[in-house]
């Protein structure tokens, strides 16, 4: 190294040029970009540095030279580019994006693949690109000011070179105007909106090539993916002579915030309203979408622009809160009527706040009238007198009022079941006079005939007689007993009158005729005694004989008298059913079926979701003024 004051004396030296360490050559090419515009010398030594082995010192030297407004430079990074494959092209672009003095190169670059200019077959068209890859933005503004119709053919060309022949443009890039609605500011990015497109695009700081010039209201040159779901700009350039105040800006976009023309981009919408547990915004847009922001309410006030991010890498839509930008009442108000249409809401207006709560959420019952003059009464949580609300129809009755009776399954009338109060006692079970109530047995109730028109007949059982009070049922009225004569017997025992109940009795021999001798011995027929004992004949040496009962013909008991009441049946007809078993069911009069008291035989109740106003609350939209 020769020798130096210092350091930074030795950098300002030509010898640091072509010093041997690479980082001592970048920092002498640092040290001179600042000073290449009024010293020929040093750029001189730049562009030799353009061939320098190293890639790094290089590139160096390029982006110096073209932020300098040399046209070696970008020249050098542009052949570069189209050589480069992969990783190496990645790099090389992003060192064209570090030149700002040649804005229209980077845009280009964005915008298509720049080796496929050389295939352009137009003449005119070549011409075109090849100038504006060389193009400063002096050079510009220099021909803007000479032509002013300049710039407007150089828009209208760039936003047509899809359609030109051998140019390979990049995959979905679209290159337009816009306006800058909110800078970057801390994590959240910045926001554009292209009028021709009635696009809303956001963007980060880094996409802008002058960031120097950014701010709100400036004109804007950006490329971007023209799909689906994209809301990103890719590269920007901030134009230096075309600004609008704020009041314009929120004039410019109000068309596009209602129309919601866009098929990519971000989603405009306003703050409808806020709430407070959970704590979050309702944001509404005109194309009938809506949205919650829970991660950012403290950036949100009613009535606030918002732009929506609907696919993010956090797998739910992402609100930005626009800062500065005001939206007029009747736009606001086309906003929230475009989205009622869309849902098919009803706007309703709050006109008076009861004291009383629902019993369950605790939420005061308030009375709103719609724009059709309706009154309609509603639980609403923080009401505001005169705010105003969103009505949905009512999912359970589709808007009818009304639904099918539950009781009756909408016949109008019920099959006679189930127990009721019985009519002739009152559901008491006893009589005025006191007597026991023979419908219901005493108990009060009743049980339906099961839709048969017909019940048992309470009084007789269903068995159609009644046992007879005279016989008890047995069909007797004097019942069989024994004989009291021969006491059950059927016979009965007398005394022998021929013996005179000893069984026997004594005669005189007729052998011996009573002396004992016969033929000169003893007798051998009384032996000897003169007399011998008989058994009686009559009753058998039994001493009594047994005759039969005339009394009861030797039945030993008298015969039954059958009841003359029942006739000897042990029953009788039943004196209420009249022998039939059943009678009319006192319930329903023989119907089988009772009107249903529900719906009073009409097989509709009132919704009762909604209370028959075929409306109910939606949501509150308290962006609208009162």
Same mark, same amino acid.
């Given at each position: 190294?020769?020798?130096?004051?210092?350091?930074?004396?030795?950098?300002?030296?030509?010898?640091?040029?072509?010093?041997?360490?690479?980082?001592?050559?970048?920092?002498?090419?640092?040290?001179?970009?600042?000073?290449?515009?009024?010293?020929?010398?040093?750029?001189?030594?730049?562009?030799?540095?353009?061939?320098?082995?190293?890639?790094?010192?290089?590139?160096?030297?390029?982006?110096?030279?073209?932020?300098?407004?040399?046209?070696?430079?970008?020249?050098?990074?542009?052949?570069?580019?189209?050589?480069?494959?992969?990783?190496?092209?990645?790099?090389?672009?992003?060192?064209?994006?570090?030149?700002?003095?040649?804005?229209?190169?980077?845009?280009?670059?964005?915008?298509?693949?720049?080796?496929?200019?050389?295939?352009?077959?137009?003449?005119?068209?070549?011409?075109?690109?090849?100038?504006?890859?060389?193009?400063?933005?002096?050079?510009?503004? !220099?021909?803007?000011?000479?032509?002013?119709?300049?710039?407007?053919?150089?828009?209208?060309?760039?936003?047509?070179?899809?359609?030109?022949?051998?140019?390979?443009? /990049?995959?979905?890039?679209?290159?337009?105007?816009?306006?800058?609605?909110?800078? @970057?500011?801390?994590?959240?990015?910045?926001?554009?909106?292209? @009028?021709?497109?009635?696009?809303?695009?956001?963007?980060?700081?880094?996409?802008?090539?002058?960031?120097?010039?950014?701010?709100?209201?400036?004109?804007?040159?950006?490329?971007?993916?023209?799909?689906?779901?994209?809301?990103?700009?890719?590269?920007?350039?901030?134009?230096?002579?075309?600004?609008?105040?704020?009041?314009?800006?929120?004039?410019?976009?109000?068309?596009?915030?209602?129309?919601?023309?866009?098929?990519?981009?971000?989603? @405009?919408?306003?703050?409808?309203?806020?709430?407070?547990?959970?704590?979050?915004?309702?944001?509404?847009?005109?194309?009938?979408?809506?949205?919650?922001?829970?991660?950012?309410?403290?950036?949100?006030?009613?009535?606030?622009?918002?732009?929506?991010?609907?696919?993010?890498?956090?797998?739910?839509?992402?609100?930005?809160?626009?800062?500065?930008?005001?939206?007029?009442?009747?736009?606001?108000?086309?906003?929230?009527?475009?989205?009622?249409?869309?849902?098919?809401?009803?706007?309703?207006?709050?006109?008076?706040?009861?004291?009383?709560?629902?019993?369950?959420?605790?939420?005061?019952?308030?009375?709103?009238?719609?724009?059709?003059?309706?009154?309609?009464?509603?639980?609403?949580?923080?009401?505001? *007198?005169?705010?105003?609300?969103?009505?949905?129809?009512?999912?359970?009755?589709?808007?009818?009022?009304?639904?099918?009776?539950?009781?009756?399954?909408?016949?109008? !009338?019920?099959?006679?079941?189930?127990?009721?109060?019985?009519?002739?006692?009152?559901?008491?079970?006893?009589?005025?006079?006191?007597?026991?109530?023979?419908?219901?047995?005493?108990?009060?109730?009743?049980?339906? +005939?099961?839709?048969?028109?017909?019940?048992?007949?309470?009084?007789?059982?269903?068995?159609?007689?009644?046992?007879?009070?005279?016989?008890?049922?047995?069909?007797?009225?004097?019942?069989?007993?024994?004989?009291?004569?021969?006491?059950?017997?059927?016979?009965?025992?007398?005394?022998?009158?021929?013996?005179?109940?000893?069984?026997?009795?004594?005669?005189?021999?007729?052998? +011996?005729?009573?002396?004992?001798?016969?033929?000169?011995?003893?007798?051998?027929?009384? *032996?000897?005694?003169?007399?011998?004992?008989?058994?009686?004949?009559?009753?058998?040496?039994?001493?009594?004989?047994?005759?039969? +009962?005339?009394? +009861?013909?030797?039945?030993?008991?008298?015969?039954?008298? @059958?009841?003359?009441?029942?006739?000897?049946?042990?029953?009788?007809?039943?004196?209420?059913?009249?022998?039939?078993?059943?009678?009319?069911?006192?319930?329903?009069?023989?119907?089988?079926?009772?009107?249903?008291?529900?719906?009073?035989?009409?097989?509709?109740?009132?919704?009762?979701?909604?209370?028959?106003? /075929?409306?109910?609350?939606?949501?509150?939209?308290?962006?609208?003024?009162?």
């Amino acid at each position: 190294m020769v020798k130096a004051i210092s350091l930074q004396d030795y950098y300002n030296r030509r010898e640091a040029f072509y010093d041997p360490d690479r980082m001592v050559r970048i920092a002498a090419i640092h040290r001179a970009g600042g000073k290449l515009d009024r010293n020929s010398t040093l750029r001189e030594i730049l562009r030799n540095i353009l061939s320098d082995t190293d890639k790094l010192v290089s590139r160096y030297a390029a982006i110096t030279l073209a932020q300098s407004g040399d046209e070696a430079g970008i020249r050098y990074l542009l052949e570069a580019i189209v050589r480069a494959q992969g990783e190496d092209r990645e790099e090389l672009e992003s060192c064209l994006h570090n030149c700002s003095r040649f804005p229209f190169a980077v845009v280009l670059n964005e915008l298509l693949f720049i080796e496929s200019i050389s295939n352009v077959v137009d003449a005119d068209y070549s011409k075109f690109l090849h100038t504006t890859l060389y193009l400063t933005s002096d050079r510009f503004y !220099e021909k803007c000011e000479e032509d002013p119709s300049s710039r407007q053919t150089f828009l209208r060309i760039l936003r047509a070179l899809h359609q030109v022949r051998g140019l390979r443009m /990049r995959p979905h890039k679209m290159c337009d105007l816009g306006w800058i609605l909110a800078e @970057p500011r801390g994590k959240q990015p910045g926001f554009l909106f292209c @009028p021709e497109r009635r696009l809303f695009l956001k963007f980060e700081e880094e996409t802008v090539l002058n960031r120097e010039l950014m701010g709100t209201g400036r004109q804007v040159l950006f490329v971007s993916q023209g799909k689906s779901g994209y809301g990103d700009t890719d590269c920007l350039y901030v134009f230096e002579d075309k600004a609008i105040r704020l009041a314009e800006l929120s004039q410019l976009i109000e068309g596009a915030v209602t129309e919601c023309a866009g098929e990519f981009g971000l989603l @405009p919408g306003v703050v409808a309203s806020k709430r407070e547990s959970p704590e979050c915004v309702d944001v509404l847009c005109a194309n009938g979408k809506s949205f919650q922001e829970r991660y950012r309410v403290q950036r949100a006030s009613l009535s606030q622009f918002v732009l929506i991010e609907e696919d993010t890498d956090l797998g739910r839509s992402m609100c930005h809160f626009v800062p500065n930008i005001s939206l007029k009442p009747d736009v606001i108000q086309k906003i929230v009527s475009d989205y009622a249409a869309f849902k098919n809401l009803v706007m309703a207006q709050i006109t008076t706040i009861h004291q009383d709560k629902h019993p369950k959420t605790d939420l005061p019952r308030c009375e709103v009238r719609t724009e059709d003059g309706q009154t309609i009464t509603t639980y609403i949580s923080n009401p505001r *007198q005169r705010s105003w609300v969103f009505m949905k129809v009512c999912h359970v009755c589709q808007a009818a009022g009304e639904v099918v009776c539950y009781a009756c399954e909408g016949r109008g !009338e019920n099959p006679c079941y189930g127990t009721y109060s019985c009519s002739r006692c009152k559901g008491s079970g006893t009589l005025e006079d006191g007597r026991e109530c023979l419908i219901c047995s005493g108990s009060g109730s009743l049980q339906g +005939c099961q839709g048969k028109g017909q019940i048992d007949c309470p009084v007789c059982g269903g068995d159609g007689n009644l046992q007879c009070d005279n016989c008890h049922g047995s069909g007797e009225y004097q019942p069989r007993r024994p004989c009291p004569k021969c006491h059950g017997s059927g016979d009965f025992s007398v005394t022998c009158q021929k013996c005179g109940g000893s069984g026997n009795f004594t005669v005189t021999c007729r052998k +011996c005729g009573g002396s004992g001798r016969f033929r000169g011995g003893t007798c051998w027929s009384c *032996q000897g005694a003169g007399r011998k004992e008989l058994d009686c004949g009559a009753c058998e040496g039994t001493g009594s004989k047994t005759l039969e +009962c005339t009394a +009861c013909g030797g039945q030993g008991y008298w015969e039954a008298k @059958p009841c003359n009441a029942c006739g000897g049946h042990g029953s009788r007809e039943c004196f209420y059913c009249h022998g039939d078993a059943q009678i009319q069911c006192p319930v329903c009069h023989g119907q089988g079926r009772l009107p249903c008291r529900k719906c009073r035989e009409q097989g509709k109740i009132s919704c009762p979701h909604c209370q028959g106003n /075929r409306l109910i609350f939606h949501a509150k939209v308290d962006c609208l003024p009162s």
